[in-house]
Antibody, heavy 122, light 108 residues
Framework: EVHLVESGGGLVQPGGSLRLSCAAS????????MDWVRQAPGKGLEWVGR??????????QYAASVKGKFSISRDDSKNSLYLQMNSLKTEDTAVYYC?????????????WGQGTLVTVSS | SYELTQPPSVSVSPGQTARITCSGD??????AYWYQQKSGQAPVLVIY???KRPSGIPERLSGSSSGTMATLTISGAQVEDEADYYC???????????FGGGTKLTVL
């Protein structure tokens, strides 16, 4: 069974940094592209970015709203995904979900973690 | 930037058919995907590649796409189908994924 568990959320001051982690199990982590998606309180889903697998050179893509501020990385030896968030603003307050992509003629997110809450406030 | 547009809310009585639309300029060439999110829970994939249903998803949920609009149809909607539904697709460059704004389905 696919299992994704996020950690590292919490309260951070504006301008601060935070690193989220996602522990994956139940599948061959190294084969899959992985994504981060966030959801501000009471709002909709927002794609944050993705990291491809080793076969695709671990290339990354980011939403315009976080490009240059956030960085996605992975450690296949630890079955872990990371999101480094810098220069945080109050509008970055959200639940951050780790998500797995699968391939079935196209790439898409098929499993999600339960999310970790990041609150940016003074 | 690319946008997918959904109606904010749809309301039906139990047993009726609910249709949730998603419009986007790239949809004629890009697949649409649909996620269901119940209150306080993580999203769940219910439709992929316009009209395919993952295992475990009830047959009353179906998807279609024509031109710039994708549609999620819930035939014989049940109270347990009450949730927020999000469409999801990629822009024409193939580099940026986008979610629609979400549609709150009420069944009562």
């Amino acid at each position: 069974e696919v299992h994704l568990v996020e950690s590292g959320g919490g309260l951070v001051q504006p301008g601060g940094s935070l690193r989220l982690s996602c522990a994956a199990s139940g599948f061959t982590f190294s084969d899959h592209y992985m994504d981060w998606v966030r959801q501000a309180p009471g709002k909709g889903l927002e794609w944050v970015g993705r990291i491809r697998n080793k076969a695709n050179n671990y290339t990354t893509q980011y939403a315009a709203s976080v490009k240059g501020k956030f960085s996605i990385s992975r450690d296949d030896s630890k079955n872990s995904l990371y999101l480094q968030m810098n220069s945080l603003k109050t509008e970055d307050t959200a639940v951050y979900y780790c998500a797995r992509e699968t391939y079935s003629g196209s790439y898409f997110v098929d499993y999600w973690g339960q999310g970790t809450l990041v609150t940016v406030s003074s | 930037s690319y946008e997918l547009t959904q109606p904010p809310s749809v309301s039906v009585s139990p047993g009726q058919t609910a249709r949730i639309t998603c419009s986007g300029d790239a949809l004629p060439k890009k697949y649409a995907y649909w996620y269901q999110q119940k209150s306080g829970q993580a999203p769940v994939l219910v439709i992929y590649e316009d009209n395919k249903r993952p295992s475990g998803i009830p047959e009353r949920l179906s998807g279609s796409s024509s031109g710039t609009m994708a549609t999620l149809t819930i035939s014989g909607a049940q109270v347990e189908d009450e949730a927020d539904y999000y469409c999801y697709s990629i822009d024409s460059s193939g580099n940026y994924w986008v979610f629609g704004g979400g549609t709150k389905l009420t069944v009562l």
